[in-house]
């Protein structure tokens, strides 16, 4: 048989009578046929008796099949990395589009090429009416990944910044090839984000902020160490990015937030910040204790709260550990299926300066970190013995190497030191 034989005439499986069966079965065959197409692609073709169509397009799903394998067991990363990049997302998302177009149209074609001929009204109704629900059907994984897609886009053009990539961030993106001129630097070995925990406040008020912390990672290994700085230091050195700024010594750190927000011209070399507050006093915290901190991550407290009760799988939470090392326990599946209401809490409680540009280096980088030891670190004092914020301890600790281990009892810094496993 070969392409555009008639099929009765080669004894296949065609339109014409079929020896006499009922209608009813060949209807079925047909049925069943186009209904495995997508997995099969081409079978309804050679039993059609179309042997090239139909060996090239069971050809062609084997070779695709065998690619996406082979890019799956070797191109990981490289995954992670593009599924950071907004272009591909929406690239993914129209081929999505179109495969599940291709799906729909394969089965249609399917059936059309084995429907049987003489078929009373009913029947042909009953066979149209199938194909149209088998071709819903199929669309669905293809378009529901396609949403994946779009919905993931939105969340990185809406929550990271659009702005070049701070010095120190992009020798740590050389270590996983993030941009072409990095390749040519020095690679970091550690990158410091400040990350911020804040409460909203009234419509015409600044967000309070509680809960601030120094996350330093190392790129080689992932561990990371979380060093939470009390609220209530005091003689807090605020710095405006070249100079200090007046600021009163009984006035807590927290306080640095709300100075920020309400006189953005503070911060040094103008321009526009997405931030003011949280930029004023990631800059001081960098100053205070003497280490590049280049970026933030303010999160809103309610929005954690609503995020650990959409993950009803993440572990109980630790002190002083942030929101996603304790949803870390949570299950792929769990996160997938409620993906758009994560993504739509993280769209309206996480601000942040880190530059989508970074994101595909940063995210080989996050994988480390799910794997490796976290680490929290809390000076043990108690309000009234609160240490000042130039006291060398606190840049002692800062100064430590990412899975250092630290001593529990007091340290050489001379600080208490509270010291959990966020694993």
């Known amino acids: 048989m070969v392409d555009g034989d008639p099929a009765g005439a080669s004894g296949g499986a065609g339109r014409g009578p079929a020896g006499g069966r009922a209608a009813p079965v060949r209807l079925a065959e047909a049925l069943l046929v186009a209904a495995v197409s997508p997995v099969v692609p081409g079978i309804a073709h050679l039993r059609a ?8 397009l069971l050809g062609a799903q084997a070779a695709a099949l065998t690619a996406a394998a082979l890019a799956a067991g070797r191109y990981r990363a490289l995954f992670l990395e593009l599924s950071a990049r907004p272009s591909w997302l929406l690239a993914l998302a129209a081929a999505c589009v179109a495969l599940a177009a291709l799906w729909a149209l394969l089965i249609a074609h ?6 049987p001929e003489g078929l009373s009204p009913l029947w042909r109704l009953a066979g149209g009416t199938t194909v149209s629900v088998l071709c819903l059907l199929v669309i669905v994984p293809p378009l529901s990944l396609a949403q994946y897609g779009y919905v993931q886009r939105h ?16 020798q740590v993106a050389a270590r996983h090839g993030g941009t072409r001129d990095a390749a040519r630097r020095p690679a970091a070995s550690r990158l410091n984000v400040l990350l911020i925990g804040a409460e909203p406040g009234e419509p015409q008020a600044p967000d309070r902020v509680g809960g601030i912390t120094l996350a330093a990672v190392d790129a080689r290994s992932g561990a990371t160490t979380l060093l939470s700085l009390p609220d209530g230091l005091r003689r807090v050195p605020v710095w405006s990015g070249t100079e200090p ?11 640095v937030y709300r100075e920020g927000a309400a006189h953005p011209e503070l911060l040094a070399g103008g321009g526009p910040v997405r931030d003011p507050g949280a930029e004023l006093l990631k800059r001081t915290v960098a100053h205070m204790l ?24 993440a572990a109980p939470a630790k002190k002083g550990c942030p929101f996603w090392a304790n949803l870390r326990e949570t299950g792929p599946l769990a996160v997938l299926k409620r993906y758009q209401r994560l993504a739509r809490v993280l769209i309206n409680s996480v601000n942040t300066d880190v530059p989508r540009r970074l994101l595909p280096a940063l995210a080989g980088l996050a994988a480390k970190i799910e794997k490796a030891e976290i680490t929290s670190l809390r000076p043990a004092a108690s309000a009234a013995s609160l240490p000042r914020a130039d006291h060398p301890a606190l840049r002692a600790l800062a100064a430590r190497e990412p899975g250092d281990p630290v001593p529990a009892a007091r340290p050489a810094s001379g600080l208490p030191i509270l010291i959990e496993s966020c694993n």
């Open 49 to 56: 008796g179309r042997v090239r169509l139909g060996g090239a």
């Open 110 to 115: 399917s059936y059309a090429v084995l429907a």
């Open 155 to 170: 969340l990185i053009r809406t929550v990271f910044a659009d702005g070049p990539a701070a010095p120190a961030a992009v």
């Open 245 to 255: 700024v007046p600021f009163p010594p009984g006035r807590p750190l927290a306080d």
């Open 290 to 313: 003497g280490l590049d901190v280049p970026y933030y991550v303010k999160v809103d407290a309610r929005g954690v709260r609503e995020l650990a009760g959409t993950t009803s799988r």
